[in-house]
């Protein structure tokens, strides 16, 4: 039972983290329609940039409280991410809004080796170390344990999710960002600059993503050009199991996929009578996502992509 | 002589959300017959017809083609069984040259395969050889010959109605179908249209046809069926029809102008 | 060779005449480029490779119009079925084997290359059967989570059963042999010594020539033009008779094979192989061989295929030299630039020339007045 709960905890951790990226990827694609593939390489940018940062405030300031050096990371990481964000946004993907579908993913795939190449010239090719900068000592819960770091992705989650649910469901912004989802052209003729909450969207997700990276590199004390790519992948994972375009479907689907990673994990052992091992953790999610996309593509809580008729 | 009806469909309904699209429709055609389908704009029409080819799967309802019972839940399968259709808004595969998109149009009742291709059999060969001869041919019955090597979004509208026809002729029909074939036609070309459909009748093909201009269903069908709001208001001769006061009525009253429009419903 | 050229097509011979001066370039080609180094050569056995891959992806993405991201996962399947038919692994690891082949396990080319294809084909067939009805985008992500899968699968099965040795590979794969000929010795023509690896490259060359003469010939006939109907307009393709997912599922299938076969010779060529040869990344370069050149155009899948091929040695024959004449060191690195020129070729060529660097002529006539600029039926 110990176990149980463990992974549950594990779970709604890993589960936490796809949510705010998924929700990054469910925005996009809700607008444009757009499978936003660099999105996994903004939240690698996001934790490479807090890392320097962490690093050049701690060789000035080696007393510094370790959430404050947190804070300082992400003071950083948001606003870079947000800029990367929208320089691709207007280079790579507003030229080519009304081209067949697939162009624009494939310029999306091009984004993201570009920003993987950057982030190798800029903090080269090894994994670097990420501090720990939370307390360490495990917190004991129901009989499982968990540490600071990881409860603090949890709450903080949490606390962003509910602020962006305010912010698009009760702000103008949100109500614009709802009618743009659902019909650029005619919300348009009512006054919203499509171009304007396209970029706030990029920026919402890029933030979340940029969060996301610091998290995960928290969680892993470990960072590199190509940590976004898996993590990015189970996000859209997620955002489809819960419905793409479904601002609450991201939520559930990010933490329905961790649940399912961390307990299949768990328990492939004994399921598999040996045979598979932990190591196709990665596997699971893979095959939620063909799964999904085979038997049931608008997700869970069904999906809401635009009319661009 | 069969006397079944070529066309039996009866009993269908079709439901979009909150939108009854078809109640209860039905329709025979007697083989050899020219069928008219008319109606208001927005009456069904269409969606019957992507019932019937396997576009849309109704909610329920029997069909039967040539005396055979036939499911319409593929499109392809449909115009395998001998249903080929036109649509409204010309749907020609537009960077193909005429003569390719009706040689695509010999597909369904062509047999060479990959590995047939590959090797270039001999049997290949000669199937390809005769699907282009087919092709050329009904691209001059249809009367687009000089255009069969140009690519299909650059013929003039009504050429590319033609070009439509000849590519559904392709499939060796029972039944075509076609989908407002005159809309946006002038005078001249309904004419030939009319010759042009009216030889194909000859040649042993039943047609069922959406039209809107009056004209045109009056001096080409032989027998009509009326839809408004989904449902069959009258079915009968063309005189007959027009003279039913429920026909006249659902179009608004008063001897029924011609209204060939383009973007009908 | 009149693809290549339409101007020549009513000129019987010329085209000949340039077909046998391509030829002798092909031929000649290793003489020249072993002045400039050994590492040359390689390149170009690889590119020859590389077009195979390239001509497979293009019936896949540029036929029929389905993004395949996984496309890799093709190439992995051939090459691990011929190294564990022609090499000491399974007899190493399974002594039951060991003893029904005392002699280990060897494979005649003429049995591999029908068997690397068919297998293949038929993991095409599997991979496709369930995800060829789904959208663009999402059948793209799909095949690149079945790309991942497998390669997941070889880097983890060497337990409980060693199947494929996991991370470190399968070493000791037998060179190709033919009619008895091993191909990694060096031959004697005709008083001249050709080195193994001039002997792969005319291999490979073959291959890729019976590549395109395939591909050529699945364009121009009734599938091909089946391919083009779904393209254009899926519905009235399906309104006209076609199968459409019987026609893209035999497109997944023969573009598998390509992969497959390339797949079988790559391992012959290396000896070695692991899991490390087929990741996304890999995947990735093959269909920017094919976003290049021109989607769809034979000719320029080619062409981007050899340029993309080609570019590692180019980069490292000069990007290295430069950068220390400039700088006195090496900024970039060489691998690090290549991948960085993928990316921007990608994102390039979308921008500015979707089509690609050689583009298909414009098909068909065109009626004298008519709208030019009316929107493209290409996928991209």
Known sequence: METFIQQVINGLVLGSVYSLIALGYTMVYGILNLINFAHGDVLMVGALTALSTILVLKAHFPDAPGWLLMLCGLATAIPVCVVVSLVIERVAYRPLRNAPRLAPLITAIGVSIILQTLAMLIWGRNYMQFPQLLPGEPIHILGATITVTKLAIVVLSALIMVALMLLVNRTRLGRAMRATAENPRVAGLMGVNPNYVIAVTFAIGASLAAVAGVMIAANYAVAHFYMGFMPGLKAFTAAVLGGIGNIPGAMVGGLLLGLIESLGAGYIGQLTGGVLGSHYQDVFAFIVLCGVLILRPQGLLGERVADRA | MSTTPLLRVAGVNKRFGGLQALSDVGIEIERGQIYGLIGPNGAGKTTFFNVITGLYSPDSGSFELDGKPYSPSEPHRVAAAGIARTFQNIRLFPEMTALENVMVGRHVRTHSTALGAVLRTRATRREEEAIRQRAADLLAYVGVAKYADFQARTLAYGDQRRLEIARALATDPKLLALDEPAAGMNATEKLALRGLLENIRKDGVTILLIEHDVKLVMGLTDRVTVLDYGKVIAAGSPYEVQRDPAVIEAYLGGAHQNVATKDAA | ?380
Not at chain 3, 25 to 43: D, H, K, Q, T, Y
Not at chain 3, 67 to 73: E, K, Q, R, T, V
Not at chain 3, 197 to 222: H, N, P
Not at chain 3, 265 to 279: D, H, K, L, N
């Open chain 3, 1 to 380: 060779m009149r693809l290549f050229f339409p101007q020549w097509r009513h000129s019987k011979a010329a085209a000949i005449v340039a077909t046998f001066v391509v030829g002798a370039c092909l031929v000649l080609l290793p003489f020249v480029a072993s002045e400039i180094g050994n590492a040359w050569v390689r390149a170009l056995a690889f590119a020859a490779l590389y077009v195979m891959l390239a001509l497979g992806l293009n019936i896949v993405v540029g036929f029929a119009g389905l993004l395949d991201l996984g496309y890799i996962a093709f190439y992995a399947v051939g090459a691990y079925m011929y190294a564990l038919l022609a090499s000491p692994h399974l007899t190493n690891n399974f002594p039951a084997l060991a003893a029904a082949f005392p002699d280990g396990f060897h494979s005649s080319i003429w049995l591999v290359i029908p068997l690397g294809a068919a297998l293949a084909a038929f993991f095409g067939v599997v991979l496709g059967a369930p995800v060829l009805k789904l959208r663009g985008d999402y059948l793209a992500i799909v095949t690149l989570g079945f790309g991942e899968i497998i390669r997941i699968f070889l880097l983890n099965l060497n337990q409980p059963v060693n199947l494929t040795n996991g991370p470190q590979g399968i070493t000791l794969i037998d060179p190709v042999s033919i009619l008895g000929v091993s191909l990694a010795r060096p031959a004697n023509f005709f008083g001249i010594s050709l080195p193994s690896v001039y002997l792969y490259y005319y291999l490979f060359v073959l291959l890729a020539v019976v590549s395109v003469v395939i591909s050529i010939r699945l364009q121009e006939s009734r599938l091909g033009r089946a391919w083009m109907a779904i393209r254009e307009d899926e519905v009235a393709a399906k309104a006209m008779g076609i199968n459409t997912r019987n026609v893209k599922l035999l497109a997944f299938a023969l573009g598998a094979t390509f992969g497959g076969v390339a797949g079988a010779m790559f391992s012959a060529f290396q000896g070695f192989i692991s899991p490390e040869s087929f990741t996304l990344h890999e995947s990735i370069i093959v269909l920017a061989m094919v976003v290049l050149g021109g989607i769809g155009h034979i000719p320029g899948v080619i062409l981007g295929a050899v340029m993309l091929a080609m570019l590692p040695e180019f980069l490292r024959a000069t990007a290295v030299p430069v950068q220390r004449a400039l700088f006195g060191e090496v900024v970039v690195d060489a691998e690090v630039l290549r991948m960085m020129l993928y990316g921007l070729a990608m994102v390039l060529v979308m921008l500015y020339r979707p089509k690609g660097l050689w583009p298909a002529p414009e098909h068909g006539k065109q009626r004298p007045g008519t709208a030019e600029n009316a929107p493209s039926a290409s996928i991209v």
